[in-house]
Nanobody, 114 residues
Framework: VQLQASGGGLVQPGGSLRLSCAAS????????MGWYRQAPGRQRESVAT???????TYRDSVKGRFTISRDNAKNTVYLQMNSLKAEDTAVYLC?????????WGQGTLVTVSS
């Protein structure tokens, strides 16, 4: 399984970014995909996850601002991030969990700064 993430960048506070992560290989028919993030000096934390059936979960600090979605036909998960804050600055990592195995993509840096 390979995960290819894209979409990070520099954005001003209050701005928006959309992250994408395309999965390839033997991803299975039932899996969960999600986004995690890691800021300098901090532990990795879950941002949002979505199951193959479309049920999504979010960490409290991003609820109402971030939306996770997936296109099963394209094996791609998206993270629409609105009203970005400085504290959202981190490396964002894509994850795919098949239950018996966990896969990670390379990180994409999101910097929120004026």
């Amino acid at each position: 399984v390979q995960l290819q993430a894209s979409g990070g960048g520099l954005v001003q506070p209050g701005g928006s970014l959309r992250l994408s992560c395309a999965a390839s290989g033997n991803i299975g028919s039932r899996n969960a995909m999600g986004w995690y993030r890691q800021a300098p000096g901090r532990q990795r934390e879950s941002v949002a996850t979505i199951g193959s059936g479309g049920i999504a979960t979010y960490r409290d600090s991003v609820k109402g601002r971030f939306t996770i979605s997936r296109d099963n036909a394209k094996n791609t998960v998206y993270l629409q991030m609105n009203s970005l804050k400085a504290e959202d600055t981190a490396v964002y990592l894509c994850n795919l969990n098949k239950g018996v195995a966990d896969y990670w993509g390379q990180g994409t840096l999101v910097t929120v700064s004026s």
